[in-house]
């Protein structure tokens, strides 16, 4: 049969890769309702504890009242309000940037962005671990597109080198969402620069994170417009709301304004959205504590986990892979871990390389110790140590 749907259905679950979604009652936070049980959740992308906090809700609520709820129509009809135009302008100040364009979601902006900016001939030079996102825009966008290895800049200036397209656009993740390394972004700059091309970094999971005031890898390695000239973040992370943003020179915005489609022909994200977003931002720059915290809790848990001898992959982000390899195996572990009333996802292809599934571990600001301390307490028992550092045994 053409569409033996259930046959496909059947072989994904057999192999571990079989995806269910779970129900939640309660807000985002560390102690959530899930499936009508109480979890402590260490999955969640809302890295500075925003997505609940009182202000942020306040302000919704207040917007919402002042503005209803749909945006009613694309930017470019009626649904750009008074409040998107606000938070672009704070964005722009914030990112020292020109100017930014709002977008309903970060899928969303990559597939805009590129698809506006790229055309058959040009050269599309992406790391081989980026989001899908990125990913499917370099697709769909027609782009003769490259994949470089990881982080690896050699492998790219050699690529660049064979190269005589007239645009270049190399591509990032400023944090890798799935290994939580950071991108090399100051020599892939250089490389752009000396091949007269530009660079993009989608910035996702390192807004709000990164640098001293939460600006991301760009303020962390100090990249102003001109090195870095297409700059991603989206909203419903570290910012706790919803939507996504692309951020760079006059030229560049005017320019996806008239071209990216995803932005032209796509509904306003709702004002209330865009209103709550300016106070989490307005948070994100005055409560430097957050980040601060947030660190601390990442390195007593790499501590504790290298002291147990757990395999985390090397990360200095809210993003801590513990490596598994076996995609079954994963799903075990963190059935043992929901067992136990702590939720973390298991990761597995094709979402990441095949033999690389991992748990994915992340953390908030609204997270204590004594739940760090739950969690290293839950990796250690024997049941759930076992699957882990047999599996480790076998790949080594």
């Known amino acids: 049969m053409p569409f033996d749907l259930t046959t496909e259905l059947l072989a994904r679950q057999q192999t571990g890769l079989y995806r269910r979604r779970k129900t939640v009652d309660s807000p985002q936070g560390p102690d959530m309702v899930v499936n009508g049980r109480l979890m402590l959740a260490f999955c969640s992308n809302d890295y500075l504890g925003l997505a609940n906090h009182q202000q942020v809700v306040a302000r919704f609520r207040q917007a919402a009242d002042d503005y209803g709820l749909g945006g009613g129509a694309s930017h470019l009809v009626v649904g750009h309000s008074r409040a998107h135009h606000q938070l672009e302008e704070a964005l722009a100040e914030f990112t020292g940037r020109d100017r930014v364009l709002l977008f309903a979601n970060g899928y969303m902006a990559n597939l805009g962005v590129i698809s506006a900016l790229m055309g058959r001939q040009d050269a599309l030079f992406q790391d081989r671990l980026n989001h899908a996102s990125l990913l499917d825009a370099g697709?769909?966008?027609?782009?003769?597109?490259?994949?470089?290895?990881?982080?690896?800049?050699?492998?790219?200036?050699?690529?660049?080198?064979?190269?005589?397209?007239?645009?270049?656009?190399?591509?990032?993740?400023?944090?890798?969402?799935?290994?939580?390394?950071?991108?090399?972004?100051?020599?892939?700059?250089?490389?752009?620069?000396?091949?007269?091309?530009?660079?993009?970094?989608?910035?996702?999971?390192?807004?709000?994170?990164?640098?001293?005031?939460?600006?991301?890898?760009?303020?962390?390695?100090?990249?102003?417009q001109q090195q870095l000239p297409v700059l991603m973040g989206t909203l419903?992370?570290?910012?706790?709301?919803?939507?996504?943003?692309?951020?760079?020179?006059?030229?560049?915005?005017?320019?996806?304004?008239?071209?990216?489609?995803?932005?032209?022909?796509?509904?306003?994200?709702?004002?209330?959205?865009?209103?709550?977003?300016?106070?989490?931002?307005?948070?994100?720059?005055?409560?430097?504590?957050?980040?601060?915290?947030?660190?601390?809790?990442?390195?007593?848990?790499?501590?504790?986990?290298?002291?147990?001898?757990?395999?985390l992959l090397s990360s200095s982000t809210p993003i801590q892979p513990l490596l598994v390899g076996c995609a079954n195996r994963s799903v075990q572990i963190s059935q043992k871990l929901y067992d136990q009333g702590i939720m973390v996802t298991p990761i597995r292809p094709p979402t990441v390389p095949k033999g690389t599934a991992r748990l994915r571990i992340t953390f908030s600001a609204a997270h204590q110790r004594h739940h760090v301390d739950r969690l290293l307490d839950t990796l250690a028992m024997p049941s759930v140590a076992a699957l882990i550092t047999d599996e480790h045994r076998e790949r080594v």
């Open 236 to 311: 419903g992370k570290a910012f706790g709301t919803y939507g996504a943003f692309v951020a760079g020179s006059e030229a560049l915005i005017e320019t996806l304004t008239q071209f990216a489609r995803t932005y032209i022909y796509t509904t306003a994200l709702p004002p209330a959205v865009a209103a709550a977003t300016l106070t989490s931002l307005e948070i994100l720059q005055h409560q430097g504590w957050r980040r601060v915290h947030l660190q601390e809790l990442i390195h007593y848990f790499r501590t504790g986990c290298e002291q147990l001898g757990l395999p």
């Open 139 to 224: 697709q769909l966008s027609g782009v003769r597109s490259q994949r470089y290895q990881h982080r690896d800049v050699d492998n790219l200036r050699t690529r660049l080198n064979k190269n005589d397209s007239w645009r270049k656009l190399i591509v990032t993740d400023g944090v890798f969402s799935m290994d939580g390394d950071i991108a090399p972004v100051t020599a892939l700059a250089e490389l752009a620069s000396q091949h007269q091309g530009w660079l993009m970094v989608d910035d996702a999971h390192g807004f709000g994170c990164l640098g001293n005031n939460g600006g991301g890898v760009a303020e962390l390695y100090g990249l102003d």
